[in-house]
């Protein structure tokens, strides 16, 4: 089972974009999603998170306000939209699933990533 993530490219201050997360191969179950991001150089980090036994979500500070994770159920298909994109935002995007029962974690699949560039 592997996690297809798309919908990374090169925008400008202030665009936004979508980023889009679906599963390839055989399907699973899983209890919540993960969005997160690796800047050159830096560690990688946890950008938004669902559960989705309550749909409760999670964001990181800096996109807070900003960013809105979701998920189509009919499609199967996770979403994490971006607004008010900054260069900061300026990262390889992956998403990941869970399947433990609380749903927040750990992450047991992963997307190969998308690039997001933010040029001011």
């Known amino acids: 089972v592997q996690l297809q993530a798309s919908g990374g490219g090169l925008v400008q201050a202030g665009d936004s974009l979508r980023l889009s997360c679906a599963p390839s191969?055989?399907?699973?179950?899983?209890?919540?999603m993960g969005w997160f991001r690796q800047a050159p150089g830096k560690d990688r980090e946890i950008v938004a998170a669902?559960?989705?036994?309550?749909?409760?979500?999670y964001y990181d500070a800096a996109v807070k306000g900003r960013f809105t994770i979701s998920r189509d159920n009919a499609k199967n298909t996770g979403f994490l939209q971006m607004n008010s994109l900054k260069p900061g935002d300026t990262a390889i995007y992956y998403c990941?699933?869970?399947?433990?029962?609380?749903?927040?974690?750990?992450?047991?699949?992963w997307g190969q990533g998308t690039q997001v560039t933010v040029s001011s």
């Open positions: 990941a699933a869970t399947t433990h029962p609380e749903g927040i974690g750990p992450y047991d699949y």
């Open positions: 191969g055989r399907t699973f179950s899983s209890t919540g």
């Open positions: 669902i559960r989705w036994s309550d749909y409760s979500t």
